[in-house]
DNA sequence: ATACTAAGTCTGGGAGTTTG
DNA sequence: CAAACTCCCAGACTTAGTAT
């Protein structure tokens, strides 16, 4: 790149060894506020493309590159709520709700707890002073909750026994850390996300078919599973509030040319458990399409290498 | 039993499009 | 023309499933 005029960062140098690698680290981590742009940490990569063309990649990320971060800003604020949210296969999510803060050129006010299993070895509580950063500088953690600064008669958060979205009830398999809700597509929110992850650009891509349209066709009941966007009509939508001739239009369109996919596409667009792109791909590649799919039954499934009994169960 | 990978969930900002 | 909305980008963390 650099022979063909492309100007490349100054700040690259060939390292062995893992203590050379670290060295490197510190001695950017301390130029770091002088460099006339921002960076978040290092890269170490393996040099030779041979070795690099061997280790390949994996469904996220290269095998032969490593980002190695510097530490993340840390801010206190407080937690003003803790809400429970419900997830596409009904994992129930607690999430903070926290007094704004400005962390790393952002302002931060939600930050995800995970799991139960997570918040109770934090015991994060409603009022409680906490520790947040930008984990990767991207995304909002709790760190820890300051004890010191635990207002009194604050209550452990309990695990809720229903659904917040539907009242169903919840379970949490032996062994397992998701607590669920059993509603399927009766939980609204199940059904929200459910249409949501069909539509997005890796699954069917319809565009145009976001957040809150999704929210608006199945408050206005127009939509109660995935296959009645393909049955909506033309006056409905602009019988819709901020739904005009061209918007109308726009979304139909989408929805229309969402039927020309692939396989993979669809399989992953329907949204089975543990059936992500990977499996997907490996699936459509397996049975080429899909009748041949629907009639394979469990033993056939299983015998395919990295779908399990599990999968297979849930295919 | 351990290693590895995939799945699933989460957040904020900015550009671009359409409505009212 | 402002407001509302989508889409895209940045990526972490934890769990769960399969292979070895």
Request: some cysteine; aromatic content about 6%; charged content about 30%.
């Amino acid at each position: 790149m650099q022979h063909w005029g492309f100007p490349i960062a100054d700040d690259i140098q060939l390292a062995s060894g893992v203590s050379a690698c670290e060295q490197f680290h510190e001695k950017i981590l301390k130029k770091r506020d002088r460099l006339p742009f921002e960076i978040d940490g290092v890269v170490y990569k393996v040099n030779a493309f041979a070795l690099q063309e061997k280790l390949g990649f994996v469904s996220r990320a290269p095998r032969f590159a490593l980002a190695y971060k510097f530490p993340a800003e840390e801010k206190e604020t407080v937690v003003e709520h803790i809400e429970f949210q419900v997830g596409r296969t009904g994992a129930i999510t607690p999430v903070a709700r926290l007094k704004p803060v400005f962390v790393s050129g952002v302002t931060v006010s939600n930050a995800t707890l995970h799991n139960f299993d997570e918040l109770f070895r934090k015991d994060i509580r409603e009022g409680d002073t906490v520790v947040i950063r930008r984990a990767g500088d991207v995304i909002p953690e709790v760190v820890k909750a300051i004890i010191e600064k635990r207002p009194k008669n604050t209550r452990k958060t309990a695990l809720p026994k229903q659904c917040p979205v539907c009242g169903s009830h919840l379970v949490k398999p032996e062994g397992e850390a998701v607590l669920r809700c059993t509603g399927g597509l009766y939980c609204s929110a199940q059904l929200r996300e459910s249409i949501k992850h069909f539509a997005t650009r890796r699954a069917m891509d319809i565009d145009g078919l976001g957040d809150k349209i999704v929210d608006l066709l199945v408050d206005e009941k127009l939509v109660h599973h995935v296959s009645d966007l393909y049955r909506l009509k033309r006056a409905q939508l602009i019988a819709l509030p901020r739904f005009a001739e061209k918007s109308a239009d726009n979304l139909l369109e989408a929805i229309h040319n969402s039927k020309k996919t692939t396989l993979p596409r669809f399989l992953y667009a329907l949204g089975i458990r543990e059936v992500g792109e990977s499996t997907a791909a490996l699936l459509a590649n397996e049975f080429g399409d899909l009748p041949l799919l629907m009639r394979a039954d469990l033993e056939r499934l299983e015998k395919i290498r990295d779908v399990g009994p599990v999968v297979a169960k849930h295919l």
